[in-house]
């Protein structure tokens, strides 16, 4: 179905998006400084690099961990907690960026 290249080309997209999500949650203080409400949109950059780190793990257990393994209750429950997660923390990061303001 994917090819070795696609594979590869999902696994470098998935250490960019888990790179981008540390480097954010670092430096959550240093970009929400010039905030009116620093601390809420410093919450709002963390919750958005948790969404990228759960987008990351969506990726690869969507793409590379069901090319390895069979498709089965584990790959599905951890693609499934990932999209809950995922999207509970880009809810946050939406209204924690909105009250930030």
Do not use: C, K, N
Not at 18 to 40: Q, Y
Not at 66 to 90: E, K, M, N, P
């Amino acid at each position: 179905m994917w090819s070795t290249f696609g594979r590869s080309v999902i696994v470098v997209m998935s250490v960019a998006l888990v790179v981008a999500g540390l480097w954010l949650w670092t430096h959550a203080g240093f970009l929400a400084s010039d905030a009116s409400r620093p601390d809420v949109a410093g919450w709002a950059i963390r919750s958005g690099a948790v969404a990228a780190v759960a987008a990351a793990q969506a990726l690869l257990s969507y793409f590379v961990i069901t090319a390895a393994f069979r498709r089965g209750f584990f790959t599905t429950a951890v693609r499934f907690t990932a999209g809950l997660v995922g999207g509970a923390a880009v809810v946050s990061a939406v209204a924690l960026g909105f009250a930030g303001r």
